[in-house]
């Protein structure tokens, strides 16, 4: 079984240009399928609203939420590095707010790092989160808990304008302390510049190639969340269409009285005569 990664093991492999392979997963399954497949590192993402809970968005999303997908991710995969993500409310409010939050995802769900979506506006809570001896990973571009104020889910930096605000709010996220940053919906040439002139390790997801490694959320890579498909998402398969038909069998076997067949029952002990007298027995 492969050795969990550290923070200091992220920043060898930026060092060494070797990518890092991140994932969302939400309960036990998942999280066992991504620490079998090898993968670097996985969120817990807030994201789990809509792929799970079946939210249109983020914003709903509770910390008992989270903390709850949280442990079944950790007891699923147990030697994998896992971030928790601070929902929306969890810390906004005021750094103390926000501290005592991040230390939840450490304590009851043995998170390694925790993620908070946003730049320069949330620099004070990364401050406070870092200093309590927390690993954070910053989150700007596209960031969905505050999509109502970006005009809904638009693709950030495409301008010079708005990439000189990416440009500031990646600094801004470093300075504070985060010890990652992903990146969220922009062009790849804004990437490849932010990744060139920050020393933590930058991630994308759905901001290209250039940078220390992606992240995808599973639901949209094996086909299973079917509400739309990201522009930057790859489908690795269509777990949906599978799961569907092999329901639509399963309907049309019991209404044939094709299933269940003999192979899938228990047969008695005793024998069928003693069975019967007992029935009678009722019977009567």
Same mark, same amino acid.
């Given at each position: 079984m492969a050795k969990k990664k550290s923070i200091l093991d992220l920043y060898k492999m930026k060092e060494e240009g070797e990518k890092l392979t991140w994932i969302t997963a939400y309960d036990f399954p998942m999280a066992s399928f991504a620490e079998q497949a090898g993968m670097d590192m996985i969120l817990v993402g807030d994201s789990l609203g809509m792929v799970v809970l079946g939210y249109n968005g983020t914003v709903p999303v509770t910390m008992e939420d989270c903390i709850s997908h949280c442990q079944a991710v950790r007891r699923g995969a147990p030697n994998t590095m896992i971030i928790g993500d601070m929902p929306f409310?969890?810390?906004?409010?005021?750094?103390?707010e926000a501290v005592k939050n991040a230390v939840r995802f450490l304590k009851e769900a043995d998170m390694d790092a925790i993620k908070l979506e946003g730049g320069r506006r949330v620099a004070s809570k990364i401050r406070a989160i870092s200093d309590a001896g927390i690993v954070v990973c910053g989150h700007i571009g596209l960031t969905p808990q505050s999509s109502g104020a970006l005009g809904g889910f638009k693709a950030q930096g495409r301008k010079v304008d708005g990439a000189r605000d990416m440009i500031l709010d990646a600094?801004?996220?470093?300075?504070?302390?985060?010890?990652?940053i992903l990146l969220e919906a922009m062009p #790849?040439?804004?990437?490849?510049?932010?990744? +060139?002139?920050? !020393?933590? #390790?930058v991630y994308?997801?759905?901001?290209? +190639?250039?940078? !220390?490694?992606?992240l995808i959320i599973c639901g949209d890579m094996l086909g299973l969340f079917q509400a739309f498909t990201?522009?930057?998402?790859?489908?690795?398969?269509?777990?949906?269409?599978?799961?569907v038909n092999a329901m639509k069998e399963y309907v049309d076997d019991v209404k044939k009285s094709a299933f269940p067949e003999d192979k899938h029952v228990y047969h008695i002990q005793d024998s069928l005569e003693d069975f019967e007298k007992m029935f009678e027995e009722f019977r009567k």
């Open positions: 409310g969890s810390y906004q409010v005021s750094d103390e600094l801004a996220v470093q300075e504070a302390g985060a010890r990652m #790849p040439e804004l990437t490849a510049f932010i990744t +060139e002139l920050l !020393d933590i #390790p994308s997801i759905g901001a290209g +190639e250039p940078c !220390d490694g992606q990201p522009k930057f998402v790859k489908k690795y398969a269509n777990v949906a269409e599978v799961c």
